[in-house]
């Protein structure tokens, strides 16, 4: 194994509550009940296919133009919170994480179906830990769709087999196993069948990270 790919959102940082309010305004303005059981569903979910998932119970109808509106609106929102972020949102752990994978010679990437993931990664200084990111701005098919995750391999110059993907989202699971990878699942997707290493903390990928480049890594 050559490189881990990361989601971002769940798995590096939380932007789960930024998500919520903003889905919030979107869901009170169409009149349409929202709660946090429904944000959870949209988990590794594009804007446009989480829009559906909070238009399930809307009565009325949209057409395209309306639903890309409220696609823009909602990311506006978003963006806005996103001025909130910064570098002690993410805990001291992940930046050491990532700082001993690529000491052992790891390449890293980002595989988001974000399409703000730059501006986060900036806000919280962690653009420099990374060799590649592939995010929302580049894909045109959304997870479970394993496209993120083959193009963060592609940019690191990696075959599919020789990538950890590590998600904490079922749909980004089903995305690194149908394109050929080694899923690790955090969170909520350390529970998931298909998990192929499931992980309680970040913590764990440098035993994992340890362990798949050889006994020559335990001396760092």
Known sequence: MKGFIFDLDGVLLSTDELHFEAWKKIADKLGV????TVNDRLRGVSREASLEIVLERYEGTLTAAEKQ??????????????????????????RETLAYLRKCGYRLAIG????????????????????AISDGNNITRSKPDPEVFLKAAEYLGLKPEECFVVED????????????????????????????????????LERIGVESFGEGYRRL
């Open 33 to 36: 009940y929202f709660d946090r």
């Open 69 to 94: 509106e409220l696609c823009n609106e909602k990311n506006e929102y978003y963006k806005e919170l996103l001025q909130t972020l910064n570098e002690a949102t993410v805990d001291d752990s992940v």
């Open 112 to 131: 988001s179906s974000s399409k703000n993931t730059k501006t986060i990664l900036a806000r919280t200084n962690l653009t420099h830990f990374f060799d």
């Open 169 to 204: 989202a079922e749909a980004g699971i089903d995305a690194a196993v149908a394109g050929g990878f080694c899923s690790i699942g955090i969170s909520t997707a350390a529970a998931y069948g298909p998990t192929r290493i499931p992980i309680s903390h970040i913590r764990e």
